[in-house]
């Protein structure tokens, strides 16, 4: 820990930090990835794949 946990002894006031500290660094290094705008074209290629499926169904 660093020196902030000098000031904050409850473990509770670290748990939301812990959290985010772990879900930033499982996606972070994606947004770095050489690939990067490749997934992301491929990830919105889906969505509006997915939003038109059910765009079509409602007007259908």
């Given at each position: 820990?660093?020196?902030?946990?000098?000031l904050?002894?409850?473990?509770?006031?670290?748990a939301?930090?812990?959290?985010?500290?772990?879900?930033?660094?499982?996606?972070?290094?994606?947004?770095?990835?050489?690939?990067?705008?490749?997934?992301?074209?491929?990830?919105?290629?889906?969505l509006?794949?997915?939003t038109?499926?059910?765009?079509?169904?409602?007007?259908?």
């Amino acid at each position: 820990m660093t020196d902030l946990s000098r000031l904050v002894v409850d473990p509770a006031a670290w748990a939301p930090i812990h959290k985010i500290v772990g879900t930033l660094d499982k996606a972070l290094p994606g947004n770095f990835a050489a690939d990067y705008a490749e997934r992301l074209e491929a990830a919105r290629h889906r969505l509006r794949t997915a939003t038109g499926s059910l765009t079509e169904e409602r007007d259908g």
